[in-house]
């Protein structure tokens, strides 16, 4: 069964680094486009980005490009999502998600557990 | 970007009604569409994908239909467990949007 496992729980000041991660289970990671989608205190999902592990090629939302960092080391079939500087505004779950390419588009089939990023001074 | 407007953006709703949940997209998507399901304290699943497509292991009384900008997704005979909030996603480009949410409650 396709499992994605994510990094824990953050706490971190403004103006700090982080990076999270999320480890798929199986070796066609490579084979699959791996995103994440943003959830902030109380809202709604916003889709972010998504990376393709293969060969590490990035789409990402417009909302949020030059603010994150998408990557991924498919020798270890993980993905990351980083910041170079955080913001408070930046609380929230995170998760990871399998983005599954079907005859006319993407179906988010599986996904992680969430880690919760929360930032404040 | 694609807007999705999702209504109602919550409704109460008793054990074994009919409910309906409408997303309507700022543009035509064809049937570029899903539906997800996110319970309190958990992550998204994904439930109907290609506007009417059942996700493998999602109870038969889940259904979606639409193309073009308008969809809905159908619950029929809401069963306890289904009380939750539902998202939909426009797939059809970049960046992929989701609706507002659609929070069932009990009544």
């Known amino acids: 069964e396709v499992q994605l496992v994510q990094s824990g729980a953050e706490v971190k000041k403004p103006g700090e680094s982080l990076k999270i991660s999320c480890q798929g289970s199986e070796n066609s990671f490579t084979t699959y486009w791996i995103g994440w989608v943003r959830q902030m205190p109380g809202q709604g999902l916003e889709w972010m980005g998504i990376?393709?592990?293969?060969?590490?090629?990035?789409r990402y939302s417009p909302s949020f490009q030059g603010h994150v960092t998408i990557s991924a080391d498919k020798s270890i079939t993980t993905a990351y999502l980083q910041w170079s500087s955080l913001k408070v505004s930046d609380t929230a779950i995170y998760y990871c998600?399998?983005?599954?390419?079907?005859?006319?588009?993407?179906?988010?089939?599986?996904w992680g557990q969430g880690t919760l990023v929360t930032v404040s001074s | 970007a694609i807007q999705m407007t999702q209504s109602p953006s919550s409704l109460s709703a008793s054990v074994g009604d009919r409910v309906t949940i409408t997303c309507r997209a700022s543009q035509g998507i064809r049937n570029d569409l899903g539906w997800y399901q996110q319970k309190p304290g958990k992550a998204p699943k994904v439930l109907i994908y290609?506007?009417?497509s059942l996700q493998s292991g999602v109870p038969s009384r889940f259904s979606g239909s639409g193309s073009g900008t308008d969809f809905t997704l159908t619950i029929n005979s809401l069963q306890p467990e289904d009380f939750a909030t539902y998202y939909c996603?426009?797939?059809?480009?970049?960046?992929?949007?989701f609706g507002g949410g659609t929070k069932v409650e009990i009544k």
């Open positions: 290609a506007a009417s």
């Open positions: 998600v399998r983005h599954h390419v079907h005859s006319s588009g993407w179906r988010l089939d599986y």
């Open positions: 990376i393709y592990p293969g060969d590490s090629e990035t």
């Open positions: 996603l426009q797939d059809h480009d970049y960046p992929l949007t």
